[in-house]
Structure formats: C-alpha cells, structure tokens
C-alpha cells in the first residue's frame, strides 16, 4: 500500500509515536523507540512482503471522517460502508500520572464499536521486521498474538478472536471490541476495563496539561494542536526531541533529499523549547537541557545531532527494502550530518538554557553551578564565530562562514553576560559582554553587503537566505534597524513565491529547491509583524494555516503549486514557527473582554 498524501495523524506519548491514515491504518511506527526498527512501515512501501501496517478493514468503504477529541492526542476515525453502516475507531497511546510517576508504555490502545448498521470489517496486523526485510517468527494464544521483533517481542491483546486476526477473516461488527498492543505482558484485569481507564485517565491527562498552556486569543485550536504534536515528538526517557517522527519523505518528488529525522538535531529541540516556553510548558526545556548536560563534553564541544539515547554516531546507509514514500527512495538510515560542523549549536543551546535563570515558577532554576557548565559553550561559539561551517541548512558540499551562524554565536555570548549579571557575577558579565560585542561588529561589517542593500548569507557574500529573518527574533539587530527591514524586504522580493518561500534559492548539492521550507514561511510572516506589516502577516498566516492537512499537522515542506506536504512528518520545526507567529499576531486576551 502506498500513502497518497501526508494525510496522517499521529499518536504518542512521549515513548514512540505513530502514524494513522485516514482510514484508520497503523502505516508507520518505529517501537519500542522513535529510533528502532519501524514495524509499521508500509509508509514507505515494503519491497518483497505484504503488510508493515495494522489495519481495521471495513467491507465496501465508502468514505470516512477523522479527528482529535479536543485537547487530547487522541484520535477518532469514522469508517462508512456504501450501506451507511459505520465504525468508530479511537487510537491513543496510554499517558497518565501513577505512583508519582507518568505510565508511558510503548503501546497503542485501539477501540472500535459499531456506530449504525451492521458494518463488516476485517482486521489485519501484519508488523515486518529488519526494515521491512522480513515477516517475523509469529506465535499466539487463546487471546493474543506476539511477533518476534529484534530487540523487542511486540504483543496483540483482543477480545477479536485471534484466529480471525490471524488470517484476516471478515466479521460483522456487532458490539465494542478492544485492541492493546505493545510490551509482551500478560494484561491482569479485563481487556474492556483497561482500555475504558486508559482512554479516560488519558484524555484527563492532556487536558490538564492544555489547561496550563498560556495560550494566545486567535488560532487557539491551531496553537493548541501544535503544542501537543511537539510534546509528543520528546523522548522523555532522556530528553531528546527528534526533528520529526520519519524517515526519506522526499523534501519534493522524486528530488532524493530524503532523510532521516528521527534524532535529537540541538537547533531544532531548542527552537521547540522556546516556543514551548513561550506557552508556559517549561518541563519540555528542563528535560532537554539534562539531555545537553549529559552530553557536555570538558571543553564545550558539540555535534549538531545526536540519537535519542544520546549515541553519537549516527552512521548513514540505504535500505535497500524499502522503496520510499510513493516508490521514492532512497530510504536512509541514519543522518551524516552528525559529522558536520555547525557552530549555531552553540548558541542554540544557550539560547534554550536562558529561562532557567529568570523564570520563578522553576523548581529547580539555573545558579552559578549550571551558568559554569554553559561558559564552554560560549568559549567555543566565540572561537568558531567565524571559522566556516556547513550552516544551518546542512550543506554537504562546502562550508561558508554563515551569518546565521555567526549571529548565534553572538546570542551564546549575550545571553551568557545577560546571565552573570542576574547571578551578579559582573566580572563575567563583562567578560561575555565584551566578546558579544566582538562579533556582533565584525557580523555587522561582513554580513551586510551596501551595495545589494540587504544582509547576506554568508560573510562577504551575495546572496540571501531565510535564516537571516531570524536576526530580530534573537536581539542581534532591532526590528525598526534600516538594515534589518531592507532585509526583509529584500527576503520577500527574491525568495517569496505567493504566500510561500524557499529557505534560498541558489544551488546546493542536490541542484535548485524546488518546495518552501514551511518555518520559512513562518519566520517571513513574524518579520512582517515585527516591522509593522501585521495585516499583511496576518492574512499570510491564514493562508498557511489552510495548508495544514485534516487534522491540523504540518510537514517539512510545502509545494508552491497545490500546497501538497511534502518532507518528513510531523516536523517539529513547522509547528513552533506556528506557535511563534500565533503568538506574535493575536489580538490581546484584553480585546476579548
């Protein structure tokens, strides 16, 4: 089977996710971690074996609808025969406070009742294994089935009698029946019972962590459904959060810039924190920055990425048994870029620490003690301020000193002197604030180019790309600066194409971007408000918003003709540049009242 769309929706919590299509099928979901070997894959179309899919068939489908129930990760999919017969199918990954702790299992809960008619529906688990090389060793019971996974012995509990799961015999749905897959463990209490307490203590979970989200007025739902698709891509046993939940969907058709984004990128887990933040969901950033502590070397040096356990070797290869979303490999394994140099991570990570030390509501907030384990880190941005790099856009084929990544040096080296004096550390605050200055006046005299009027990408360069957008966001340059607003102007007459933008456009290894890199989009859009166009922000942000697919998610990419996600999915980045943009274009809660 191979996916149409980017239709999808994702359950999770905090352990693994996966992906449900429209007609309720399990089509992607790596177990027991968002790293591991992806049991469901026929998102990516198995090459020799039938299957990599859950599926809850129904005879005669006729059409279906789709939704979260509101404020939850849990999702509710309607299936219709050409008879009017219908299923209700709830999916959800168990998520509640027990014992002082979160019960987070790597398992998916799926219930289906009939809702009119009498719907007939076949019911098909068919996990592979080694990347979809292989049907795994299956055995079963009176009530469950277990496939032998590596690493991992995946189990089916049901109250469907397993012989009809077994071999995908057709059934008349006559009354509720329950599905609970994960850890093989024997289920000590009714199957119905369990899953009825599950779905509620879930449901109650999610709601109260919404219920603290310091939400804007407009777009509540938009912001609301973004915040909880990035907590579920953290992985909360250490940490980390990946950049997105798959795998080689291609950046555009055929283009072959498909990678793997199941690891923890810094730059992008902090542009999640803060955005997180600026909601008021701080634990986000507190697991992170134990993620970086545990990664911190003596003398400050980071890799752009790491794997959710922290490993830091990421060796990339082809899967030879997967042709790619749509038949478009190459499918990967693995990210390179981990061997890269970008030296923005620097300030990334300092950027995401900063709260600790100014935010009261902190059980545990920053003292001198941790502010010492970030100096290496400004130690190393203002030596590698400008030393090129491969920038935040991962070019493989050369190396540049980037702008962007010039100005986060300086952001590591602000935020540190903005630090020590709320520590009242001044003869360090000195220190930072003198190396800051540094380069924020070399930044000054290479990045901007008099005579194309316009900030460019690189240091003595000439061209432009979006990143430069971000030079307001992180306090290098004023908003209302001359320089920063021809930029963006600059930005929007080169790289804008309608209500879209490439990240650049000039050539890379892979030839000429062909779809606009949808936080892009985003960074344009708040831009636009922090120099004073909101209305025109604001109309371009609702044209953004309709491009998100059936049930409020986003993808890396966006193609300019008919606004199709392409790009792996769902991508944490393109969720905070909404949250970000909501947040800077919404009336006030006082209109309101």
């Known amino acids: 089977m191979q996916q149409a769309n980017l239709d999808l929706a994702v359950v999770g919590n905090g352990s693994y996710g996966a992906l449900i299509d429209k007609r309720a099928r399990v089509v992607w979901g790596c177990l027991p971690a968002f790293d591991g070997d992806p049991a469901f894959c026929a998102l990516l179309s198995p090459r020799d074996h039938e299957g990599g899919d859950f599926v809850i068939e129904l005879e005669e489908f006729a059409d279906s609808e789709q939704h979260y129930i509101a404020n ?17 199918v ?28 009498s719907p007939r529906i076949r019911v098909r688990a068919r996990p592979l294994a080694d990347w979809g090389a292989r049907v795994p060793e299956t055995t079963w019971g009176s009530n469950h ?44 209490r009714t199957l119905a019972g369990y899953a009825q307490e599950a779905q509620q203590r879930t449901t109650e979970y999610w709601r109260e962590w919404v219920r603290y989200l310091s939400i804007p007025l407009e777009w509540q739902e ?54 997180l933040n600026r909601l008021g969901a701080t634990r986000s950033m507190e697991g992170f920055l134990h993620y970086i502590f545990n990664l911190a070397t003596s003398d400050g040096s980071l890799q752009p990425l790491y794997g959710i356990g922290m490993e830091d070797k990421l060796d990339e290869h082809e899967v030879p048994s997967l042709a790619g979303y749509r038949g478009m490999g190459p499918v990967r394994r693995g990210n390179l870029a981990w061997v890269q140099k970008q030296h923005d991570v620097y300030g990334s990570v300092v950027l995401a620490s900063t709260q600790l030390f100014f935010d009261q509501r902190l059980e545990a907030q920053g003292d001198t003690h941790m502010f010492t384990r970030l100096e290496p880190l400004g130690e190393r941005a203002f030596a590698l301020h400008d030393v090129p790099d491969a920038g935040l856009w991962e070019f493989r084929g050369r190396t540049s000193v980037h702008t962007y990544t010039s100005a986060m040096c300086w952001a590591a080296c602000d935020r540190l002197a903005k630090i020590a004096i709320r520590l009242q550390l001044h003869d360090r605050a000195t220190h930072w604030r003198e190396r800051a200055d540094a380069i924020q006046q070399r930044v000054l005299a290479r990045g901007w180019n008099p005579l194309r009027g316009h900030f460019t990408d ?23 600066d001359p320089r920063y607003i021809a930029t963006v102007h600059a930005i929007g007459r080169d790289l804008k194409h309608g209500d879209a933008l490439f990240r650049y456009i000039a050539p890379d290894d892979f030839g000429t971007p062909e779809t606009s890199f949808t936080i892009c989009t985003f960074w344009y859009i708040d831009a636009l408000a922090a120099i004073g166009h909101i209305e025109e922000a604001r109309e ?54």
């Not at 939850?72 to 209700?88: K, N, P």
């Not at 189990?155 to 093989?184: A, K, N, Q, W």
Request: hydrophobic share 45%; aromatic share 10%.
């Open 72 to 88: 939850t990760a849990i999702l509710r999919t309607v299936l219709r025969d050409t008879h009017g017969a219908e299923v209700e």
């Open 90 to 117: 709830i999916d959800f990954a168990p998520r509640w406070k027990r014992n002082g702790r979160l019960y987070r299992p790597p398992s998916l809960v799926r219930r289906i009742r009939p809702l009119s008619g």
């Open 145 to 188: 089935m277990r496939w032998l996974l590596p690493e991992f012995t995946l189990r089916l509990t049901t109250d469907v009698p397993v012989r009809f799961v077994r071999d995908g015999t057709p059934f008349v749905l006559s009354h509720p029946m329950e599905f609970i897959l994960g850890v093989d463990e024997t289920l000590d």
């Open 222 to 275: 938009a912001v609301i459904r973004s915040a909880i698709t990035l907590k579920l891509c953290q992985y909360e046993d250490s940490g980390a959060i990946i950049a997105a939940m798959t795998t080689s969907i291609p950046e555009a058709p055929g283009s072959i810039r498909n990678w793997d984004y199941r690891y923890c990128w810094l730059r992008d887990a902090a542009f999640v924190v803060r955005a």
């Open 458 to 480: 690189t240091w003595d360069g000439q061209h432009l790309d979006a990143s430069l957008l971000l030079l307001a966001d992180i306090g290098f340059i004023d908003a209302m």
């Open 540 to 593: 371009m942000f609702e044209n953004v918003l309709a491009q998100r697919n059936h049930v409020g998610l986003l993808s890396e990419d966006l193609a300019f003709s008919d606004g199709e996600q392409w790009g792996n999915f769902p991508q944490t980045y393109s969720h905070v540049g909404l949250i970000t943009a909501a947040m800077r274009l919404s009336r006030n809660w006082q209109e309101a009242s």
